[in-house]
């Protein structure tokens, strides 16, 4: 690849992302300098994320600040989050801030590249030039990712550190190496790999990566240690919040989920997929003020095309069922229409068919009765379980709630859901039955010899 040739980059698509109009055409300018012919202007956050679902662009150039709260990096979370950027693309942040660097050496979505106002056209394409190298070497490697052909991604990494020119991308091989075992689901190899990232710099991404791989192999107390210690060190790490959230709650302890969850979405105000974290934890943590609060904003605000799902409003209707307020959840409940099940998944709709039947327990009792063999039969969500125990309970099938719980009681998700079952099958003068299947999950744990959910 020769990005010297004026003609390379006259192949590209370029994209300039930035609220000031004379900064945006000072951006082009730099671009059409360096050769590029198709430079498309964005003004800012969701005007870039239309353009970009038209058109997806080769080169992104953005601004770190563009106004109205967003950020540059928002922007790049949600591409990557709903996956509308290709690993081939190169995303170059553009900053005054000279402390952006601190904020780069923490995040995990990390840009391909940032650059300091003021700089010339020439320095630019001095940093592109690198991002562009970088990127076509390492292209074999996103499309084996992309194909889900993860051991021709490893064969690669393994070939490539040991080349002269994988020498000069050693640490972008050696996290691929990580991320790619997690991928496998193979979490013992990727706690290795980030081990090996960490004797040479404790990266926060690096020791984040390291407690999402214990995580995997359920070794949740190390995991959390793990993240206590990054957050406190890089509170500007807001995925870390996110991760020793998750952390948190697999091990029970929803109440400090929910406070790292707050902390963050409180710097975070736009980031809706961060809101969706916490109204779960609140949820879990008997919070349900909150947890309306949190889903009602995503379900108002998230105007990213396609963003708000049925999921979400089952959320939200969840959360009007656990703080009593059936009207409001009969509400929510009637914006999914019969037209919008049809695309769902089976877990949205057999919650949305079971958080029915508490609204009206009568009218749709048969309806649960000719549903009940194949809920017993297929593999269920844990909240879909609960919302059908919740229903069970509602038309007197105390059989069918028990099941549901000991499903739950024979996988992980019990320790998340342990609460809302335990005060479940209390609030129905279950408790003793509860008990019961919290026995012999213990039993069959002790029998089978397996490190399983211990609660």
Same mark, same amino acid.
Not at 90 to 116: G, H, R
Not at 310 to 315: G, W, Y
Not at 404 to 426: C, G, H, Q, T
């Given at each position: ?10 192949s ?29 202007l ?13 058109a997806?662009?080769?080169?992104i ?12 990096q928002?922007l ?5 989050r ?9 995303f170059?942040m ?7 660097e601190?904020?780069?050496a923490?995040?995990e979505?990390?840009?391909d ?7 010339s ?24 990712k ?5 051991d ?5 990494v393994?070939d ?14 050696m996290?691929?190496?990580?991320e790619?075992?997690?991928?496998k ?13 960490l004797e ?15 995580l ?6 190390e ?38 969850l ?5 710097r ?11 109204a779960? /934890? +609140?949820?879990l943590? &008997? *919070?349900?003020e909150? !947890?309306?609060?949190a889903m %009602?904003?995503?379900?108002?605000? #998230? ?22 307020d059936?009207?409001a959840?009969?509400r929510?409940?009637?914006e999914?229409?019969?037209?919008r099940?049809?695309?769902a998944?089976l ?6 068919l ?16 000719a ?6 039969a297929i593999p269920?969500c844990a ?7 919740? /229903? +069970?309970?509602?038309? &007197? *099938?105390?059989?069918? !709630?028990?099941?549901?719980? %000991?499903?739950l009681?024979?996988s #992980? ?15 129905n003068?279950?408790?003793a039955?509860f008990?019961e299947?919290?026995?012999k999950?213990?039993?069959q ?11």
């Amino acid at each position: 690849m020769n990005t010297g040739d004026g003609d390379f980059y006259r192949s590209l698509r370029f994209l300039v992302i930035d609220d000031q109009p004379a900064a945006r055409e000072g951006l082009r300018i730099c671009a059409q300098t360096m050769g590029a012919f198709a430079v498309d202007l964005s003004s800012g956050y969701q005007d870039a994320i239309a353009r970009i679902r038209r058109a997806p662009p080769d080169v992104i150039l953005c601004d770190y600040l563009l106004g109205n709260d967003r950020s540059g990096q928002q922007l790049l979370e949600e591409l990557r989050r709903f996956d509308l950027l290709a690993d081939e693309a190169v995303f170059i942040m553009v900053t005054a801030e000279q402390s952006y660097e601190q904020v780069v050496a923490a995040v995990e979505l990390a840009p391909d590249d940032y650059i300091i106002k003021p700089f010339s056209p020439d320095r630019l394409k001095l940093r592109l030039d690198r991002t562009m190298r970088r990127k076509r070497f390492l292209e074999p490697l996103f499309v084996a990712k992309r194909e889900q052909d993860f051991d021709r991604a490893e064969r690669f990494v393994r070939d490539a550190i040991e080349t002269e020119a994988g020498r000069n991308y050693r640490f972008e091989l050696m996290r691929q190496e990580a991320e790619v075992a997690l991928l496998k689901g193979d979490p013992a190899a990727a706690e290795a790999a980030f081990l090996a990232i960490l004797e040479t710099h404790p990266f926060p991404w690096a020791r984040a990566g390291q407690a999402r791989a214990l995580l995997g192999q359920r070794r949740l107390a190390e995991a959390r240690s793990i993240m206590d210690e990054v957050v406190a060190d890089a509170p500007d790490y807001f995925g870390g919040h996110d991760l020793k959230a998750d952390i948190c709650l697999e091990m029970g302890d929803y109440a400090e989920g929910q406070r790292t969850l707050e902390a963050a979405a409180a710097r975070t105000g736009r980031n809706y997929e961060r809101k969706r974290r916490l109204a779960d /934890a +609140a949820l879990l943590n &008997g *919070d349900t003020e909150t !947890a309306r609060q949190a889903m %009602a904003d995503v379900i108002r605000n #998230d105007t990213m095309p396609g963003a708000v799902s049925i999921a979400d409003h089952l959320m939200l209707v969840r959360s009007h069922v656990e703080a009593g307020d059936l009207l409001a959840a009969e509400r929510v409940l009637a914006e999914i229409t019969p037209q919008r099940l049809e695309t769902a998944s089976l877990d949205e709709r057999a919650s949305s068919l079971a958080l029915r039947a508490l609204m009206r327990p009568d009218t749709e009792r048969e309806r649960i009765a000719a549903l009940r063999a194949s809920w017993l039969a297929i593999p269920l969500c844990a909240r879909s379980r609960v919302d059908i125990a919740r /229903a +069970a309970f509602a038309i &007197g *099938d105390n059989e069918l !709630a028990v099941a549901m719980a %000991a499903a739950l009681f024979a996988s #992980d998700e019990i320790r998340r859901m342990f609460k809302i079952v335990r005060d479940l099958f209390e609030a129905n003068d279950m408790a003793a039955a509860f008990r019961e299947l919290q026995r012999k999950a213990a039993l069959q744990r002790i029998a089978s010899g397996a490190d399983g959910p211990s609660v």
